[in-house]
């Protein structure tokens, strides 16, 4: 299969050494896998996240945005826009939507781009990883580089929010998407059924401003997939598998729980089923390390 | 058949109260009427529904009225299995083909039943949505018109299928019976095809396609009826438990932009008057959760009777999203009750779904001269010789869609007489 | 008459009754007992040949009186229709072998020879109708209203190529429609309001060859029947016409509920008007900015709805249109001027069907609509302050108007109700000469129709039909459509009655009551109970039948005590007749015989469905089909009593409120009269369960078994009846 | 003087997708979807209805709209398909911007620390936005703050996950001045449109 080309925006938390640093390894390695090329957009900014409007406003927002679709219009011309952030994927698609529809908006940001030296053409398309790898590629495509199936190792698909909400997957519903669960039987492991918890809310950027209300719902999330008999939780975005992964530490201090369930990203799935190494699905970057799939890598 | 129809032949297409009225009204006018039915029988969903609001009669109280009207008048000829293929030409001059299917049974059937004693095979039992199982040779219901028994297609080639040939003793079975094209000329057509209920399982945050315990309205008129598949015991799906905490979720479809933009009228009603089936039986809740309620004219009166019955109560709230408890079978409803913001997390044991409703389709594109509107309900032709009647031209209950069908009844008559006029006829 | 009677017997031994009965005796019962001239037995009777068979020997034998002995009078209908001869059809499929057990062939037999008695005992009581010789032939068609209702029915019946009469009390056509500035959308796109049209629908109906047209005018005076009314029309000036009418459309419409009743809303104040009142303002704004009656221009009105409407110290129930008439008077503003603040208060927001469009348009517009309920309405300032309960943000709050408009509802112009006495009523409309009153009979609240859910346009009087919101609240969508129903319904009932066939639900019938007058006591039952107000009295003070009036229920037959009131295919014979015809075993045989009279619109079918779902009752039963309960006659019950039964049990239809009676009152008088039974019984000397009443609906096919089954375990308990052997 | 549509009009020219507000038809599924909504004092739904109603201090002095966590379950849920998510947004910058939004109100607090570390290097630098969150009160609480998340701190840095050297520098925009002028003049032409002053 040809080799396939895409303009990648990494986002802030996928930088070397922070917080998802790993998320953008295995991404690596499974792209390496897979012939993908990832080319870094020049020079990209913060989308804003979800959080940026209290302070940043409407236009602000959009103008950074636009920025990054300016430089990929520029630098990396015909390049679909591929972020693995589902924060960054979101904000980055809202702004164009918005652009699209209101002709006022797209001149106002202009007018702000100018002051950069830049100009926005709307030629761009945004996607997610997640999207890339489902509509480009398919299921039976992703199935061909399996060399290690995932056996005896039962996942819970933890799709959140914003992967999933406004905007989706095509072709999935937005209260019980199947996505994550294909993917983890198409490299041959097993999704727990009916995980009711798969669309909750983590708290977001709230975990950080309301500890104790997003600590509730993480509790959920983790309970759940302990009841339905997972080893690990699977996730696409990296504020789920941060909140979800470090502060079930918290959880136990205040609650007495005993969790200790591993959170991963499908990328780091697909690495180890490629047979790629624990290090090439960055396993060695999590708090609570997901012993039975470093195991399983770690097998010849 | 074929020769009776003349342009001065009236076409009611659908088979259902509206085009039963529409048929009726024309034919007891003196007119040649000939009606298809798509189904094995007439009828139509009101034949599905156990009673009717507000009086809490039944349905078939009516229907039995209008069937002796049918077999008593020689105006009107009936057609089942019978589907419309195209229609062509205007207004006085009709060309219509129409595919009747085969019931692998004829004219000599006496009802006697011996072919279904006979058969083996088992079926999902359409007149109760799927819900219960019924014979490979079965009479479609007990009111069924034509009172006669139909043989499913997937036993014909099968021994069952001979079975059923060798227990007829009138020589009725006909497995040999072959789908047939027939062409016929009319000068007007009621468009009389009814509604169908909006799918539950694209109303995700319900779960319908999830849990076993989440049904539909008509749904639940089946589980009513002493005829349906339990007998007319309320028992939920998933393990046959009596269910006595039943919550009804109005507008499941209807305005709501996300599916349906209209509101299907007859939904709040049809649930005030579920909740009393509920409350006859014995100690049993319901829980109506809406956003209007929607009781029209003297249909307050039934709303108010419903107000007064301790058994049922009423949140102003469309709710969030529904939730198993694994472990009960339970459902969990999360909400807000929006007089006054009151959230709640309510459990119940049955979870019914006002559906809503579409126009039934066609499974044929529509003359292009039809005039429908946002939702596809369909107003006339331009040159006033097919009219819309009942469900099939608006989101209607069935005393309005008697009143839609009798107007139509006239129009078309009016048309015919227009034509015949013009052409000096009369 | 009956020296031509030339009878004959088809018993059928198909769908197994050769199997489960002796025929041969069956055959006999029909030649010893029932005297039938020719008897044939045919395994296969619905068949070709069967059918064959029956229709030679109606020709060359020249049969009048047929009994068919096969299945019931519901299945094979068609096949078994023999119009020129009368016909007796004897159940003995679903009526015997699939409801009698195994294990009891010797009663089960039993029965079915009853049945065959029965029927050869009807048949040759039995005349064949011939249709009601005195049908009216007139065709031309009345409508009483000239508002868009009227219009609309005379335009449609015109248009379809009949005469039409049209009469209007005030000096212009048009009625509410001329006074409203524009109308609620009819077809998409629902989102504008829309010119009402009125002024086309007026010139076209004007113009029209085939109406004419009486405004200024009443009606004096209604007589006769469908098909041949006579209607005197006087003008306002004192002239008078009268004219040959075939069926009448009553499209009187509404009054909107009077406002002053509404002191705490604000009626009577200087800046609160109701919806009308809102039109008149809009009229003379004509689609410019809307000004008050005192000149002031509008900046902000809040619409009160629900104004004196689903409130039983007011109308009980809902107009069904002001949820959408306020959403479009609240655009006449937004439209003419966006700045203009408009609220519409609403405690349930009713725009079903597309309606839902029009309420998002307005939303659209910057309408806002807030649930809440309104405590009172006072001046204040320059306006209004209009205090209510937010039921949304839980607090009580005002709101200070230009302009405060009630959506008040829809009170019918029925005119007089015939149940009330004289003094307490208004002016009648129809001024009917009826020995039951001037006008006809109302459901509820005032509004006129019979059976709202099946069949909407059925009143209570033959060839009369309501159309509009005089029949049901409605808005204008709606009344176009009823109205355009009714003319069809004005059609069908003058062809009916040239054609002397009974109307809705009888349809086609063509038997009529005939009475003998030389019996009649004038105990004048009859003309007070009949539902549909057929009968009047002559000079002589006699029951005068108007056939064409009559639905053929029989209620009549059934009140009258010295039983001269008769069909020609159903009188107080040829039930009497099966009632005695059946063979009455002596009290020590412990073979019981109860009489059930069910109601053939309900209960027979139920009977009917019971046997094919295979419910069995007890074989001592003795069904016998009535038109309706309305028309058992106690006669029945006492002949009954006497010649040995030992107990009769009535099945009919529910009865009071929501009765489900197709002919209204048949089943609530068949109550009230075997409430007078005990009595009767007494005097017999018999016990008072010898005789019941119970209610069945049509889905009953359970219940019915088991009353049967229930009556006949209490016959057991209380032992046979003493009368056998005495009849 | 309530249900003056003067503050929904303010809404509707101020706050993105304020024009969406009258469109509401109060079904409450965005309330009863909303994963923090036990802790808003007063549903989206409501807030509507008290836009309408003018009650413009208790909308914009209120803490609920920063209880959105933006997981858009609001969104594709309402009937009527308002952009819920965004007219919360929107109206807790219009209520931050003109001063009346909660002080203190901890999430406010976090987004303004999280702009202004995005905007000084045009990516955000996680230990920068981490600790001066935790020392938003001062130094004391700060240290406290820090210590109570100090095994997740270690963990993360075990976990190579936060770098201690980005205190010093980290990661940056080449053209910062750039993307700095496009910022500038983005809030230039909102604030002008909004008609608020520059602050």
């Given at each position: 299969?040809?080799?396939?080309?895409?303009?990648?925006?990494?986002?802030?938390?996928?930088?070397?050494?922070?917080?998802?640093?790993?998320?953008?390894?295995?991404?690596?390695?499974?792209?390496?896998?897979?012939?993908?090329?990832?080319?870094?957009?020049?020079?990209?900014?913060?989308?804003?996240?979800?959080?940026?409007?209290?302070?940043?406003?409407?236009?602000?927002?959009?103008?950074?945005?636009?920025?990054?679709?300016?430089?990929?219009?520029?630098?990396?011309?015909?390049?679909?826009?591929?972020?693995?952030?589902?924060?960054?994927?979101?904000?980055?698609?809202?702004?164009?939507?918005?652009?699209?529809?209101?002709?006022?908006?797209?001149?106002?940001?202009?007018?702000?781009?100018?002051?950069?030296?830049?100009?926005?053409?709307?030629?761009?398309?945004?996607?997610?990883?997640?999207?890339?790898?489902?509509?480009?590629?398919?299921?039976?495509?992703?199935?061909?580089?399996?060399?290690?199936?995932?056996?005896?190792?039962?996942?819970a698909g933890y799709v959140g929010c914003q992967t999933n909400r406004p905007f989706g997957i095509d072709g999935e519903s937005f209260e019980n998407p199947k996505y994550l669960d294909k993917m983890v039987e198409t490299l041959g492991g097993e999704p727990?059924?009916?995980?009711?918890?798969?669309?909750?809310?983590?708290?977001?950027?709230?975990?950080?401003?309301?500890?104790?209300?997003?600590?509730?719902?993480?509790?959920?999330?983790?309970?759940?997939?302990?009841?339905?008999?997972?080893?690990?939780?699977?996730?696409?975005?990296?504020?789920?598998?941060?909140?979800?992964?470090?502060?079930?530490?918290?959880?136990?201090?205040?609650?007495?729980?005993?969790?200790?369930?591993?959170?991963?990203?499908?990328?780091?799935?697909?690495?180890?089923?490629?047979?790629?190494?624990?290090?090439?699905?960055?396993?060695?970057?999590?708090?609570?390390?997901?012993?039975?799939?470093?195991?399983?890598?770690?097998?010849? | 058949?074929?020769?009776?129809?003349?342009?001065?032949?009236?076409?009611?297409?659908?088979?259902?109260?509206?085009?039963?009225?529409?048929?009726?009204?024309?034919?007891?006018?003196?007119?040649?009427?000939?009606?298809?039915?798509?189904?094995?029988?007439?009828?139509?969903?009101?034949?599905?529904?156990?009673?009717?609001?507000?009086?809490?009669?039944?349905?078939?109280?009516?229907?039995?009225?209008?069937?002796?009207?049918?077999?008593?008048?020689?105006?009107?000829?009936?057609?089942?299995?019978?589907?419309?293929?195209?229609?062509?030409?205007?207004?006085?001059?009709?060309?219509?083909?129409?595919?009747?299917?085969?019931?692998?049974?004829?004219?000599?059937?006496?009802?006697?039943?011996?072919?279904?004693?006979?058969?083996?095979?088992?079926?999902?039992?359409?007149?109760?949505?799927?819900?219960?199982?019924?014979?490979?040779?079965?009479?479609?219901?007990?009111?069924?018109?034509?009172?006669?028994?139909?043989?499913?297609?997937?036993?014909?080639?099968?021994?069952?299928?001979?079975?059923?040939?060798?227990?007829c003793k009138y020589d009725a079975v006909d497995l040999e019976m072959k789908e047939e094209l027939v062409e016929m000329k009319f000068g007007s057509v009621i468009w009389a095809t009814g509604w169908k209920p909006y799918d539950a399982s694209k109303i995700?945050?319900?779960?319908?396609?999830?849990?076993?315990?989440?049904?539909?309205?008509?749904?639940?008129?089946?589980?009513?009826?002493?005829?349906?598949?339990?007998?007319?015991?309320?028992?939920?799906?998933?393990?046959?438990?009596?269910?006595?905490?039943?919550?009804?979720?109005?507008?499941?479809?209807?305005?709501?932009?996300?599916?349906?933009?209209?509101?299907?009228?007859?939904?709040?009603?049809?649930?005030?008057?579920?909740?009393?089936?509920?409350?006859?039986?014995?100690?049993?809740?319901?829980?109506?959760?809406?956003?209007?309620?929607?009781?029209?004219?003297?249909?307050?009166?039934?709303?108010?009777?419903?107000?007064?019955?301790?058994?049922?109560?009423?949140?102003?709230?469309?709710?969030?999203?529904?939730?198993?408890?694994?472990?009960?079978?339970?459902?969990?409803?999360?909400?807000?009750?929006?007089?006054?913001?009151?959230?709640?997390?309510?459990?119940?044991?049955?979870?019914?779904?006002?559906?809503?409703?579409?126009?039934?389709?066609?499974?044929?594109?529509?003359?292009?001269?039809?005039?429908?509107?946002?939702?596809?309900?369909?107003?006339?032709?331009?040159?006033?010789?097919?009219?819309?009647?009942?469900?099939?031209?608006?989101?209607?209950?069935?005393?309005?869609?008697?009143?839609?069908?009798?107007?139509?009844?006239?129009?078309?008559?009016?048309?015919?007489?227009?034509?015949?006029?013009?052409?000096?006829?009369? | 008459?009956?020296?031509?009677?030339?009878?004959?017997?088809?018993?059928?031994?198909?769908?197994?009754?050769?199997?489960?009965?002796?025929?041969?005796?069956?055959?006999?019962?029909?030649?010893?007992?029932?005297?039938?001239?020719?008897?044939?037995?045919?395994?296969?009777?619905?068949?070709?040949?069967?059918?064959?068979?029956?229709?030679?020997?109606?020709?060359?034998?020249?049969?009048?009186?047929?009994?068919?002995?096969?299945?019931?009078?519901?299945?094979?209908?068609?096949?078994?229709?023999?119009?020129?001869?009368?016909?007796?059809?004897?159940?003995?499929?679903?009526?015997?072998?699939?409801?009698?057990?195994?294990?009891?062939?010797?009663?089960?037999?039993?029965?079915?020879?009853?049945?065959?008695?029965?029927?050869?005992?009807?048949?040759?009581?039995?005349?064949?109708?011939?249709?009601?010789?005195?049908?009216?032939?007139?065709?031309?068609?009345?409508?009483?209203?000239?508002?868009?209702?009227?219009?609309?029915?005379?335009?449609?019946?015109?248009?379809?190529?009949?005469?039409?009469?049209?009469?209007?009390?005030?000096?212009?056509?048009?009625?509410?429609?001329?006074?409203?500035?524009?109308?609620?959308?009819?077809?998409?796109?629902?989102?504008?309001?829309?010119?009402?049209?009125?002024?086309?629908?007026?010139?076209?109906?004007?113009?029209?060859?085939?109406?004419?047209?009486?405004?200024?005018?009443?009606?004096?005076?209604?007589?006769?029947?469908?098909?041949?009314?006579?209607?005197?029309?006087?003008?306002?000036?004192?002239?008078?016409?009268?004219?040959?009418?075939?069926?009448?459309?009553?499209?009187?419409?509404?009054?909107?509920?009077?406002?002053?009743?509404?002191?705490?809303?604000?009626?009577?104040?200087?800046?609160?008007?109701?919806?009308?009142?809102?039109?008149?303002?809009?009229?003379?704004?004509?689609?410019?900015?809307?000004?008050?009656?005192?000149?002031?221009?509008?900046?902000?009105?809040?619409?009160?709805?629900?104004?004196?409407?689903?409130?039983?110290?007011?109308?009980?129930?809902?107009?069904?249109?002001?949820?959408?008439?306020?959403?479009?008077?609240?655009?006449?503003?937004?439209?003419?001027?966006?700045?203009?603040?408009?609220?519409?208060?609403?405690?349930?927001?009713?725009?079903?069907?597309?309606?839902?469009?029009?309420?998002?348009?307005?939303?659209?517009?910057?309408?806002?609509?807030?649930?809440?309920?309104?405590?009172?309405?006072e001046n204040a300032g320059e306006g209004c302050r209009l205090k209510f309960r937010d039921l949304i943000l839980d607090e009580e709050s005002t709101i200070e108007a230009d302009l405060v408009v009630l959506a008040t509802g829809q009170v019918p112009n029925?005119?007089?109700?015939?149940?009330?006495?004289?003094?307490?009523?208004?002016?009648?409309?129809?001024?009917?000469?009826?020995?039951?009153?001037?006008?006809?009979?109302?459901?509820?609240?005032?509004?006129?129709?019979?059976?709202?859910?099946?069949?909407?346009?059925?009143?209570?009087?033959?060839?009369?039909?309501?159309?509009?919101?005089?029949?049901?609240?409605?808005?204008?969508?709606?009344?176009?459509?009823?109205?355009?129903?009714?003319?069809?319904?004005?059609?069908?009932?003058?062809?009916?009655?040239?054609?002397?066939?009974?109307?809705?639900?009888?349809?086609?019938?063509?038997?009529?009551?005939?009475?003998?007058?030389?019996?009649?006591?004038?105990?004048?039952?009859?003309?007070?109970?009949?539902?549909?107000?057929?009968?009047?009295?002559?000079?002589?003070?006699?029951?005068?039948?108007?056939?064409?009036?009559?639905?053929?229920?029989?209620?009549?037959?059934?009140?009258?005590?010295?039983?001269?009131?008769?069909?020609?295919?159903?009188?107080?014979?040829?039930?009497?007749?099966?009632?005695?015809?059946?063979?009455?075993?002596?009290?020590?045989?412990?073979?019981?015989?109860?009489?059930?009279?069910?109601?053939?619109?309900?209960?027979?079918?139920?009977?009917?469905?019971?046997?094919?779902?295979?419910?069995?009752?007890?074989?001592?039963?003795?069904?016998?089909?009535?038109?309706?309960?309305?028309?058992?006659?106690?006669?029945?019950?006492?002949?009954?009593?006497?010649?040995?039964?030992?107990?009769?049990?009535?099945?009919?239809?529910?009865?009071?409120?929501?009765?489900?009676?197709?002919?209204?009152?048949?089943?609530?008088?068949?109550?009230?009269?075997?409430?007078?039974?005990?009595?009767?019984?007494?005097?017999?000397?018999?016990?008072?369960?010898?005789?019941?009443?119970?209610?069945?609906?049509?889905?009953?096919?359970?219940?019915?078994?088991?009353?049967?089954?229930?009556?006949?375990?209490?016959?057991?308990?209380?032992?046979?009846?003493?009368?056998?052997?005495?009849? | 003087?309530?249900?003056?549509?003067?503050?929904?009009?303010?809404?509707?020219?101020?706050?993105?997708?304020?024009?969406?507000?009258?469109?509401?038809?109060?079904?409450?599924?965005?309330?009863?979807?909303?994963?923090?909504?036990?802790?808003?004092?007063?549903?989206?739904?409501?807030?509507?209805?008290?836009?309408?109603?003018?009650?413009?201090?208790?909308?914009?002095?209120?803490?609920?709209?920063?209880?959105?966590?933006?997981?858009?379950?609001?969104?594709?849920?309402?009937?009527?398909?308002?952009?819920?998510?965004?007219?919360?947004?929107?109206?807790?910058?219009?209520?931050?911007?003109?001063?009346?939004?909660?002080?203190?109100?901890?999430?406010?607090?976090?987004?303004?620390?999280?702009?202004?570390?995005?905007?000084?290097?045009?990516?955000?630098?996680?230990?920068?936005?981490?600790?001066?969150?935790?020392?938003?009160?001062?130094?004391?609480?700060?240290?406290?703050?820090?210590?109570?998340?100090?095994?997740?701190?270690?963990?993360?840095?075990?976990?190579?996950?936060?770098?201690?050297?980005?205190?010093?520098?980290?990661?940056?925009?080449?053209?910062?001045?750039?993307?700095?002028?496009?910022?500038?003049?983005?809030?230039?032409?909102?604030?002008?449109?909004?008609?608020?002053?520059?602050?």
């Open positions: 299969m040809a080799k396939k080309s895409y303009a990648f925006y990494p986002g802030c938390s996928s930088q070397l050494k922070a917080s998802a640093s790993n998320y953008l390894v295995s991404v690596n390695s499974m792209c390496r896998i897979l012939d993908v090329q990832l080319t870094q957009i020049p020079d990209w900014n913060c989308c804003g996240a979800s959080i940026a409007y209290a302070e940043g406003g409407e236009l602000p927002r959009h103008a950074i945005n636009a920025r990054n679709f300016a430089l990929a219009e520029k630098h990396l011309p015909g390049q679909d826009i591929v972020a693995t952030c589902a924060a960054c994927w979101l904000g980055a698609r809202e702004s164009k939507e918005r652009l699209d529809v209101s002709s006022a908006l797209m001149r106002e940001t202009n007018e702000a781009l100018a002051a950069g030296g830049l100009h926005y053409k709307a030629e761009v398309n945004i996607r997610h990883m997640v999207e890339v790898l489902i509509e480009d590629f398919g299921y039976e495509e992703l199935k061909k580089p399996v060399v290690k199936p995932l056996e005896n190792m039962k996942f727990i059924g009916q995980y009711d918890q798969k669309v909750t809310c983590c708290g977001g950027a709230l975990a950080f401003s309301e500890p104790e209300k997003s600590q509730k719902q993480i509790r959920e999330i983790v309970e759940s997939a302990y009841d339905h008999g997972a080893d690990m939780i699977v996730t696409p975005c990296p504020l789920c598998q941060a909140n979800v992964e470090i502060y079930q530490s918290e959880i136990n201090k205040k609650q007495g729980t005993k969790f200790s369930m591993p959170v991963l990203y499908y990328s780091q799935l697909m690495t180890v089923a490629y047979g790629g190494s624990a290090k090439d699905a960055g396993l060695d970057g999590h708090v609570i390390p997901p012993r039975k799939l470093i195991d399983a890598a770690s097998k010849k | 058949m074929a020769s009776i129809a003349t342009n001065q032949t009236i076409l009611v297409v659908g088979g259902g109260i509206s085009g039963m009225t529409a048929a009726l009204e024309a034919a007891e006018c003196g007119r040649q009427v000939i009606l298809v039915e798509r189904n094995t029988s007439l009828g139509g969903r009101t034949a599905q529904l156990y009673r009717y609001f507000p009086k809490m009669c039944h349905p078939t109280c009516g229907l039995e009225i209008n069937l002796r009207r049918m077999k008593a008048n020689r105006n009107l000829k009936v057609l089942t299995l019978a589907e419309i293929r195209s229609v062509s030409g205007k207004r006085g001059d009709y060309t219509v083909k129409i595919r009747l299917s085969p019931r692998y049974v004829n004219e000599k059937c006496t009802a006697c039943g011996e072919c279904a004693r006979a058969v083996e095979t088992e079926i999902p039992n359409p007149h109760d949505y799927g819900l219960g199982k019924i014979k490979a040779a079965y009479l479609p219901h007990a009111m069924a018109y034509p009172l006669r028994y139909v043989i499913d297609p997937s036993i014909i080639a099968t021994e069952d299928g001979q079975r059923a040939k060798k227990a995700q945050p319900y779960g319908y396609d999830r849990y076993d315990n989440v049904i539909t309205s008509i749904e639940f008129e089946r589980l009513a009826d002493p005829h349906g598949p339990t007998g007319g015991k309320l028992l939920r799906p998933s393990d046959g438990a009596e269910a006595k905490n039943i919550a009804f979720i109005q507008c499941a479809g209807s305005r709501d932009e996300n599916h349906l933009r209209h509101c299907s009228r007859i939904c709040c009603m049809a649930s005030l008057k579920q909740s009393q089936y509920v409350s006859e039986k014995g100690e049993s809740k319901s829980t109506i959760y809406y956003i209007d309620i929607r009781a029209i004219d003297r249909f307050e009166d039934f709303y108010r009777k419903v107000q007064e019955d301790p058994q049922v109560s009423f949140v102003k709230s469309k709710v969030a999203n529904i939730q198993l408890d694994e472990k009960t079978g339970e459902l969990i409803l999360k909400g807000v009750d929006t007089e006054g913001y009151h959230r709640y997390e309510a459990r119940h044991d049955l979870v019914v779904l006002a559906i809503g409703m579409e126009p039934e389709s066609l499974g044929i594109p529509l003359p292009e001269d039809i005039i429908t509107d946002s939702s596809g309900f369909m107003e006339g032709s331009k040159d006033l010789g097919q009219f819309g009647a009942g469900a099939a031209s608006s989101p209607l209950d069935v005393n309005r869609s008697a009143q839609s069908a009798t107007a139509a009844a006239l129009r078309a008559i009016q048309s015919i007489y227009r034509t015949s006029s013009a052409e000096g006829g009369q | 008459m009956m020296s031509e009677m030339k009878t004959a017997a088809y018993l059928c031994s198909g769908c197994g009754l050769g199997d489960k009965l002796d025929m041969a005796s069956l055959s006999k019962v029909a030649q010893k007992a029932g005297k039938m001239a020719i008897v044939r037995e045919h395994p296969f009777l619905c068949s070709e040949e069967g059918v064959k068979l029956i229709h030679d020997e109606i020709e060359k034998e020249s049969v009048t009186h047929a009994v068919i002995a096969a299945c019931s009078r519901r299945s094979k209908t068609e096949a078994f229709s023999f119009p020129e001869t009368a016909l007796s059809r004897v159940n003995l499929r679903e009526g015997v072998i699939w409801v009698v057990a195994e294990g009891h062939e010797e009663i089960r037999q039993e029965m079915a020879e009853d049945y065959v008695r029965m029927g050869c005992a009807e048949v040759k009581k039995m005349k064949l109708p011939r249709g009601n010789p005195e049908s009216g032939k007139e065709k031309n068609i009345l409508v009483v209203g000239g508002g868009l209702s009227g219009l609309t029915s005379a335009l449609e019946a015109a248009e379809t190529g009949y005469k039409v009469v049209l009469v209007e009390k005030e000096t212009r056509l048009g009625g509410w429609a001329s006074k409203i500035w524009k109308r609620v959308p009819f077809s998409s796109p629902y989102n504008d309001p829309q010119n009402t049209g009125i002024l086309e629908l007026i010139s076209k109906v004007s113009a029209h060859k085939n109406i004419e047209i009486h405004v200024n005018s009443a009606i004096l005076e209604t007589s006769g029947a469908p098909g041949k009314f006579v209607v005197r029309i006087g003008k306002a000036e004192g002239t008078e016409t009268e004219v040959k009418i075939g069926a009448i459309i009553q499209a009187t419409g509404f009054s909107s509920y009077d406002i002053s009743k509404l002191p705490e809303l604000g009626g009577g104040l200087p800046h609160v008007v109701d919806q009308a009142g809102l039109e008149q303002l809009a009229i003379k704004a004509e689609g410019k900015p809307i000004a008050r009656e005192d000149g002031k221009p509008i900046r902000s009105v809040a619409f009160v709805q629900c104004a004196g409407q689903r409130d039983e110290s007011h109308l009980p129930y809902c107009s069904g249109h002001c949820c959408a008439t306020s959403i479009k008077q609240a655009m006449y503003f937004k439209d003419a001027h966006p700045e203009v603040d408009t609220v519409i208060i609403y405690t349930d927001l009713r725009t079903p069907g597309m309606g839902e469009d029009f309420y998002r348009s307005a939303q659209e517009k910057g309408v806002i609509f807030t649930k809440g309920k309104v405590s009172s309405v029925s005119g007089v109700n015939i149940e009330l006495p004289e003094e307490r009523n208004q002016v009648s409309v129809l001024n009917l000469s009826y020995r039951q009153g001037k006008d006809m009979p109302q459901l509820k609240y005032g509004f006129m129709d019979s059976h709202f859910i099946c069949f909407p346009y059925e009143t209570r009087r033959t060839g009369i039909y309501a159309a509009g919101p005089v029949r049901r609240p409605m808005d204008m969508l709606q009344a176009t459509e009823d109205a355009t129903g009714a003319a069809l319904k004005a059609i069908q009932a003058v062809e009916n009655a040239s054609l002397g066939r009974a109307a809705h639900p009888r349809s086609g019938d063509l038997s009529f009551p005939t009475v003998r007058l030389e019996g009649c006591t004038q105990c004048k039952r009859c003309t007070v109970e009949c539902p549909f107000g057929a009968i009047d009295e002559d000079e002589k003070r006699f029951p005068l039948f108007n056939e064409s009036r009559c639905r053929r229920c029989g209620t009549c037959m059934g009140a009258c005590p010295v039983r001269v009131i008769s069909f020609e295919n159903y009188s107080i014979d040829t039930v009497g007749s099966q009632i005695k015809a059946v063979d009455m075993p002596d009290e020590f045989s412990e073979k019981p015989r109860i009489l059930i009279l069910a109601c053939e619109n309900d209960a027979y079918p139920a009977l009917d469905m019971a046997g094919m779902k295979n419910r069995c009752y007890s074989a001592f039963a003795r069904i016998i089909p009535v038109r309706c309960l309305g028309s058992v006659n106690t006669i029945w019950i006492t002949d009954a009593l006497n010649s040995g039964y030992d107990g009769v049990m009535m099945m009919g239809c529910k009865h009071g409120d929501n009765y489900q009676c197709h002919f209204v009152k048949g089943s609530e008088l068949a109550n009230y009269r075997m409430g007078k039974m005990d009595d009767t019984l007494k005097q017999l000397g018999l016990e008072t369960e010898r005789v019941t009443t119970v209610e069945v609906a049509i889905t009953d096919h359970e219940k019915v078994a088991a009353f049967i089954n229930d009556y006949a375990e209490t016959i057991r308990i209380i032992g046979m009846s003493p009368m056998k052997g005495f009849g | 003087m309530s249900y003056r549509n003067d503050f929904l009009k303010e809404v509707e020219e101020n706050v993105e997708e304020g024009e969406w507000v009258k469109m509401c038809m109060q079904c409450g599924v965005c309330a009863g979807s909303c994963p923090f909504g036990p802790h808003w004092e007063h549903s989206p739904q409501k807030i509507f209805m008290m836009i309408r109603a003018g009650e413009r201090i208790q909308v914009l002095s209120s803490d609920s709209m920063w209880m959105c966590t933006s997981c858009y379950n609001c969104i594709v849920r309402c009937p009527r398909k308002l952009p819920i998510t965004h007219i919360m947004h929107g109206l807790a910058n219009y209520a931050h911007r003109l001063g009346l939004a909660p002080k203190g109100q901890p999430t406010r607090v976090f987004a303004k620390t999280f702009w202004d570390n995005l905007v000084k290097t045009g990516r955000v630098n996680e230990l920068k936005l981490t600790l001066s969150h935790y020392f938003r009160d001062g130094f004391i609480q700060g240290i406290r703050n820090a210590l109570a998340m100090k095994d997740i701190g270690l963990g993360m840095m075990k976990a190579r996950r936060i770098n201690p050297m980005e205190l010093f520098g980290g990661h940056g925009l080449q053209d910062l001045e750039g993307f700095h002028a496009i910022v500038a003049k983005a809030r230039e032409i909102e604030d002008r449109k909004k008609g608020l002053k520059n602050g």
